[in-house]
């Protein structure tokens, strides 16, 4: 019974908060047009939750975001022929009977993310607490909004997802040089296979290649023990403010706190996540209107789910250690780097890479420099951070992982200059419509 209340006392708080925001929307044009992007950014935050509750993977969040905020788009500008530059999309034919409302979009993203995620269920109170504002008046935009989502979803069962289960099984290679389980969770790889699901705005993942890592060489003064003593020795004596952008950055769903004998999961943000965040961010200050907070969020997450996978194709193509293995290895038997090592291949730098190219996007949507204050981390207990740019952002992003201990060098510089090159052919290939 106890229960029961609380989920419909959170019930009507959450009727009553999209109640009040839609009667401030019929207020002025500007309020209307802050509060549709408001909304729009609170109910992807809801799709986030539960990704994070999910422990959703960093490339399978970048597909879901891809996803959930196309089928947002194609309620708002149905048949817009732009998307017909998908890879084998074709872009959603019927109309919605009534100018398309905030409401609708709202809907579109919640419902594809109620069919996609593992535990989208979870989106059900809200989508209802719409569909009872909606009423029967606009019951034909509900109708063809589901259709919409449906018309997506099937896109998705097309990309190669359904059959990773079904692959080859990854077996860590053997040697020195290649990528072992790490502590403390010593977890299996992360989607090994990705590299075979389809991406949505490049040709192939294979037209923008990282340059190949300095190969493993353990002698005292060669390209590799260079960049094994520059991790050790820049962690042994990181200064507070590298530690605090290294924890910023962090987003590590699989983060596990070990307390004696016991192990327990930290859920925190994906890197997709945040920069989805970050372009909520830019949208309400920038106060774009509905279309340009749609577009803008999808483009984003359209190059997070393609930079992924070109970054998981370098990743389990080079099967590079990573540092911590390196260092307990042959420097310091107890070494632990500051943050915990992700479960999946070093080469290249996930954070660098999409950080990047969402970083190259974003600036094409509004420009540089683009001064913002970055409060994605605070329920996860971190402050604040503000940024002059995008780019300095990314930049951040980046070196992160150095000072995190879980990232070499030229993991991170070839990260970055492939997330750069993503970014630009994307933003070179859609210049006019993203201006």
């Avoid at 960049?227 to 769903?253: G, H």
């Avoid at 980046?398 to 630009?424: M, N, P």
Wanted: include cysteine.
């Amino acid at each position: 019974m106890q229960k029961m209340i609380r989920r419909n006392t959170r019930r009507c708080r959450l009727h009553a908060l999209l109640l009040g925001m839609l009667l401030a929307a019929g207020s002025s044009a500007m309020a209307k047009q802050h509060t549709t992007t408001r909304l729009y950014v609170q109910m992807l935050k809801r799709v986030t939750d539960v990704m994070v509750e999910d422990v959703t993977s960093p490339v399978a969040a970048a597909r879901y975001y891809a996803y959930v905020t196309l089928s947002a788009a194609e309620v708002l500008q149905a048949g817009d022929q732009r998307f017909a530059a998908i890879n084998g999309y074709t872009p959603y034919q019927p109309k919605l009977s009534a100018p398309v409302d905030h409401q609708a979009v709202a809907f579109a993203m919640l419902r594809s993310g109620e069919r996609l995620l593992p535990s989208g269920y979870r989106l059900r109170p809200v989508i209802d607490s719409l569909l009872q504002m909606w009423g029967p008046a606009t019951q034909a935009n509900y109708v063809a909004a589901d259709s919409a989502v449906a018309h997506v979803v099937r896109f998705a069962a097309t990309d190669g997802f359904r059959q990773l289960s079904g692959l080859r099984r990854y077996t860590p290679v053997e040697g020195d040089a290649y990528w072992q389980p790490t502590p403390p969770g010593f977890l299996a790889p992360v989607e090994p296979q990705w590299r075979t699901i389809r991406p949505l705005l490049l040709p192939n993942v294979l037209v923008i290649r990282a340059a190949p890592p300095a190969p493993y060489d353990t002698s005292a003064n060669s390209a590799f023990m260079r960049l094994v003593k520059e991790v050790y020795d820049t962690c042994t004596r990181l200064s507070t403010a590298q530690q605090d952008i290294a924890m910023f950055w962090d987003c590590n769903p699989f983060a596990v706190q070990q307390i004696g004998h016991m192990e327990f999961g930290l859920k925190k943000i994906s890197p997709g996540g945040h920069w989805m965040g970050i372009t909520g961010i830019a949208c309400l200050e920038r106060n774009t209107d509905l279309a340009k907070t749609v577009m803008a969020h999808w483009w984003v997450a359209a190059t997070l789910h393609d930079a992924f996978i070109a970054c998981w194709h370098e990743k389990y193509s080079t099967n590079r250690v990573r540092p911590e293995t390196v260092i307990r290895r042959l420097v310091d038997v107890n070494w632990r780097p500051l943050l915990q090592t992700p479960p999946f291949p070093e080469y290249t730098s996930g954070h660098s890479v999409a950080s990047s190219a969402v970083a190259e996007v974003l600036t094409s949507l509004f420009g540089h420099p683009f001064a913002f204050s970055d409060d994605t981390e605070v329920e996860f207990g971190l402050p604040v951070r503000r940024f002059q740019s995008f780019r300095h952002a990314a930049e951040e992003a980046s070196i992160s992982r150095l000072y995190g201990g879980i990232h070499f060098r030229d993991a991170i510089e070839t990260g970055v200059t492939q997330g750069r090159q993503i970014g630009l052919a994307i933003v070179g290939k859609f210049r006019p419509v993203l201006k």
